[in-house]
């Protein structure tokens, strides 16, 4: 059944249009490549004049690859790493490139699948769409056997006639048809597997990058959470505390009027309680936008829930999260709705915003939130706000996306691995 199901399998015939695709493509890169080549060597010796046609050879290699990710990504759902940014290895003027560009392992990586993938894709193509039209003639030559001249397919001049050709035809082709799906997608994987060779980086300079990119990160967060320990003294210097030294006083007040004139130190004592009162709900608003007792116990649709009503923009939810991700993503994922909010209400004019938040299996594991407004736009994804939230983001493989034109509308978009 699994050969059967080959047939009609999306995978199959995606397979066979990278082939497809893949031969026109390599004819192209080829033919510049290996030009640019040619003549940037030839003209080196007339006072280095080749270099700028290397150079612009390497940044043309460069674009190749970039397609040929996006076409390996598209079809087959194979990710062929790219190189890590090199600040040192760059280019001087327009195109002429330094020593490390030229004869770096990347540039000669590149221009070599450049020119092996014009012989690695003429023979997949051709040999899958051979197998694939042996499939198709075979099973169907009875169909239009005695329309070809002579009223049958000849060998040798000599006209085949009866039922054993006819039959042995039907099973040459079912086996082609049979055997062309799994060809079809072994060649794809050994395409695959040529370029990851040839234009992703070796897996110790992977690793090197991951590195960089995980301190970048560890930095950025630990940045991030100085930034929000300060807030957070902040906000209880300047709000509560100086609320409780006020009930502090009032009730000094009243206790030492209490002997003299009871009717004031009534008055100190409902001022006192007041106070105490506006210093509870200032600790339970910067308890809510550190880590909320509901979240903890009632997961992310209930949280922000709360958080819609409380925004003073009408805001339409939707929470569709099969499952509770960590209790880090969930954190993560809520101060991201809550500061989102803070800036729609405060910055937008917004008359109304939309929060969508999705994740499971079906996202690949991942946790999407997509908060939107119907506001002026313009938000600066460099802010303060919207880089705090990057950076937070960025501390557990998450990532953010702003799009703000001036008029609006303002979207953000964030993922989170769960």
């Known amino acids: 059944m699994s050969l059967i199901r080959g047939l009609v399998s999306a995978r199959t015939w995606l397979a066979l249009t990278h082939h497809v695709a893949g031969l026109f493509l390599a004819i192209g890169y080829f033919t510049v490549v290996v030009t640019g080549l040619a003549v940037g060597v030839a003209l080196l010796p007339l006072g280095l004049a080749g270099l700028p046609v290397l150079g612009l050879t390497a940044r043309l290699a460069d674009g ?25 290895r760059r ?16 540039t000669l990586g590149r221009e070599a699948y450049a020119v092996a993938s014009l012989p690695a894709s003429f023979a997949a193509a051709v040999l899958a769409l051979t197998v694939w039209s042996i499939g198709v003639v075979g099973v169907t030559l009875p169909l239009y056997a005695g329309l070809l001249p002579g009223g049958g397919p000849s060998v040798d001049g000599h006209v085949l006639h009866g039922r054993n050709p006819m039959i042995l035809s039907v099973a040459v082709g079912l086996v082609a048809l049979l055997a062309a799906p799994p060809l079809t997608r072994g060649l794809a994987a050994a395409d695959a597997a040529l370029a990851r060779w040839l234009l992703a980086p070796p897996r110790g300079a992977q690793l090197a990058a991951r590195v ?45 009027k209490f002997a003299d004139d009871v009717d004031a130190a009534a008055a100190l004592v409902d001022q006192a309680h007041a106070e105490a009162k506006a210093a509870l709900v200032e600790l339970r608003d910067l308890v ?4 909320p007792p509901v979240l903890t116990d009632r997961g992310l649709d209930a949280a922000l829930s709360g958080l819609a009503a409380r925004c003073p923009v009408p805001v339409s939810l939707q929470v569709d999260v099969p499952a509770r991700p960590r209790p880090a993503v969930e954190a993560v994922a809520y101060f991201t709705v809550a ?7 405060k910055h937008s004019r917004a008359s109304h915003a939309t ?23 313009g ?21 953010l996306s702003v799009e703000s034109p001036s008029g609006g509308p303002t979207i953000i978009s964030a993922v989170l691995p769960c």
């Open 64 to 88: 190749f690859a970039a397609i040929e990710r996006g076409r390996f990504a598209l079809l087959l759902g194979a990710r062929v790493p790219a190189w890590p940014a090199d600040p040192a």
């Open 91 to 106: 280019y001087r003027f327009l195109v002429i490139p330094r020593r490390a560009v030229l004869l770096g392992r990347a």
């Open 212 to 256: 960089t990119e995980l301190e970048d990160s560890r930095e950025r967060v630990v940045d991030a959470a100085e930034a929000e320990r300060r807030r957070i003294e902040r906000d209880l210097h300047d709000g509560a505390q100086q609320r409780l030294v006020a009930v502090a006083m009032e009730l000094g007040r009243a206790k030492a």
């Open 288 to 291: 809510r936008g550190v880590h």
């Open 339 to 345: 500061e989102a909010l803070t800036n729609i209400a």
């Open 355 to 377: 929060v969508v938040v999705e994740g499971g299996p079906r996202l690949d594991g991942t946790l999407h939130l997509v908060i939107s407004d119907d506001g002026i736009g």
């Open 379 to 399: 938000a600066d994804p460099d802010g303060a706000g919207l880089a705090g939230l990057a950076d937070r983001l960025s501390g557990i493989d998450g990532t």
